[in-house]
């Protein structure tokens, strides 16, 4: 049962102004959390989200295949045990259905519901110099005054949904797989295009290529991937992993990933036979161990990394066979994890079956989609049925840029971010006072992260900030244009010094066009950052402007 706030509505038609101390966008792992720790400080606050229900990514990404690929028992809220222990997984990887499942565990343990307010898209926000507050408005017309506005609308949430001229021609049916609708889709008998083979596109093909009658499988860049080993958890599982509950708190928020695990090895003091025993040991983990725990040296050294790389290839090379799809389906332009890199289960030998064709977009891109179905530019026309959208977000910017949200003097984020992508350590933007930010660039999110360990830091800082400002007597507060730049100087030699820098992926924001290029994500460590984050707060929040 879900609780719906509704405000009374004014003459003009739109909702009488309510006003909170805090409003927080999005109900998804760092909203909900958001808010159930400014409830406590006795906060009026209310969660906002256009979702039916709480979830955030986990409700809107139900495709096939859809799951983890951090294991469930370190994708937890930490601060309360009897919250981690309270759920039982039943496998390493859980699916969506078990995941949403669990977020509706917390948010009903935490009796969150009847503060959030549900099929309800924020539209616009604007900074009143006056007041000194937001002015929020809904899609409904329903307006908010609240003196802290807090996005937590996650790294990945602003889908591509209409990346080729043509969509509403085609006669069959189209899904972008963030935006899949709630109802199972009958894929028997049909011929269904998958276009994109990113960590989620590699889900969906690895899940239907059996159910469907063709399966036309569009590739332009290809990816590394390790297998996943999956295993069924039972009352013993379950048991030990609750055991290390203490462990795991202490562990997590401090490794360079917020994983369990951590880089261990030197590559320079190994023999090449132990370096290979190391990278043998960890990809039969069968998790993201030998991308986040091998050898460090990886994203910094060539040579380190040309080494890798071939490991990973060799063993795609082994279970795919046949050369045009190795040819096809294994990187060679760029580096083992430059990129985001997915697990899968079978995904390379779904393309060994008779009904499973990969068609190459390398020299010969879509050029539209038609009534039959999609058109590349060789003149080709492959008919389908149903065409699955796997193409990507807007990372990181997309969800607030699609927002009017307007700051000091009417300055605009969107175009602010249209320029030059800058904030302070993601969690405040200079010129936007009282505008706190989670999941968004220059902090660690959705690369080298796993998202709930860099969630729980971040909307815990945020609560301590307030807190703070309330202490001292203080109403608003946001960074120097000093401290900004100087994050962002650090931010950008810190990244420069990897190899991901040098590649073209979403990690840089290269699959939106005309999008400011910038490794979005904070490459210099999970425990790294959250130091820097402390010693900040430790200090007063040593520089930033606070009134």
């Not at 469907?212 to 069924?232: A, G, I, S, W």
């Not at 000093?482 to 994050?487: G, I, K, N, Q, V």
Request: hydrophobic share 35%.
């Amino acid at each position: 049962m879900t609780t719906n706030h509704k405000t009374a509505v004014s003459k003009n038609g739109k909702a009488a102004g309510e006003k909170l101390d805090a409003m927080i966008i999005g109900a998804g792992v760092a909203g909900l959390y958001q808010l159930h720790m400014l409830r406590k400080q006795g906060l009026k606050v209310r969660a906002y989200d256009k979702a039916s229900d709480v979830g955030g990514t986990w409700y809107w990404n139900r495709y096939p295949g859809a799951r983890f690929d951090s294991e469930a028992y370190i994708y937890q809220y930490l601060f309360s045990e009897d919250l981690y222990k309270g759920w039982s997984w039943s496998e390493r990887f859980p699916g969506q259905p078990e995941i949403e499942r669990w977020m509706h565990y917390v948010a009903d343990s935490l009796d969150l519901r009847k503060d959030i307010q549900f099929d309800t898209a924020i539209t616009g926000a604007s900074w009143n110099e006056d007041s000194r507050s937001w002015n929020v408005e809904t899609a409904d017309g329903e307006t908010v005054e609240t003196r802290f506005l807090i996005a937590c609308c996650g790294m990945l949430s602003a889908p591509m949904t209409d990346p080729f001229p043509g969509q509403d021609s085609f006669k069959g049916q189209i899904f972008h797989t963030a935006r899949w609708p709630r109802e199972p889709i009958d894929f028997a008998s049909k011929r269904v295009g998958v276009v994109g083979i990113g960590a989620t596109g590699i889900q969906v093909i690895q899940t239907i290529a059996d159910k469907v009658e063709e399966l036309k499988v569009f590739v332009r860049t290809p990816q590394y991937v390790l297998p996943m080993k999956n295993p069924k958890y039972g009352p013993k599982e379950v048991a030990a992993y609750k055991d290390r509950f203490e462990d795991l708190k202490s562990k997590l928020p401090h490794t360079f990933t917020g994983f369990e695990y951590d880089f261990e090895h030197t590559w320079a003091e190994l023999s090449p036979e132990q370096r290979r025993d190391v990278l043998e040991q960890v990809y039969a983990d069968g998790s993201l161990k030998l991308w986040l725990a091998s050898f460090g040296e990886m994203f910094f050294d060539e040579a380190v990394n040309a080494e890798v790389s071939d490991f990973v290839r060799e063993k795609m090379r082994a279970r795919l066979k046949d050369e045009r799809l190795c040819d096809l389906l294994i990187p060679k332009n760029y580096g083992f994890g430059t990129h985001r890199v997915p697990l899968e289960t079978d995904y390379l030998e779904a393309y060994l079956r008779s009904n499973v064709e990969a068609i190459s977009l390398r020299d010969n891109p879509i050029e539209r989609i038609v009534p039959e179905g999609i058109q590349t530019a060789d003149g080709r026309v492959v008919p389908l049925d149903i065409i699955v959208l796997a193409t990507g977000f807007d990372a990181g910017t997309g969800a607030l840029t699609r927002m009017n949200i307007r700051g000091r003097e009417g300055r605009s984020l969107t175009e602010d971010w249209g320029k030059d992508i800058r904030t302070t350590m993601g969690l405040q933007i200079h010129g936007y006072p009282n505008l706190f930010t989670t999941a968004v660039p220059l902090a660690p999110s959705a690369a080298l992260c796993n998202m709930t360990t860099c969630l729980q830091q971040q909307t815990e800082w945020i609560s301590d900030c307030i807190a703070h400002l309330r202490e001292k007597g203080l109403q608003v507060m946001e960074p120097s244009r000093e401290t900004e730049d100087r994050w962002v100087a650090h931010h950008d030699e810190t990244a420069a010094a990897t190899l991901i820098s040098k590649t073209t992926s979403w990690y840089l924001g290269s699959n939106v066009p005309g999008k400011p290029r910038r490794v979005l994500s904070y490459t210099g460590g999970v425990g790294a950052y959250r130091k820097i984050c402390d010693e900040i707060a430790a200090k007063g929040y040593e520089g930033f402007v606070k009134q």
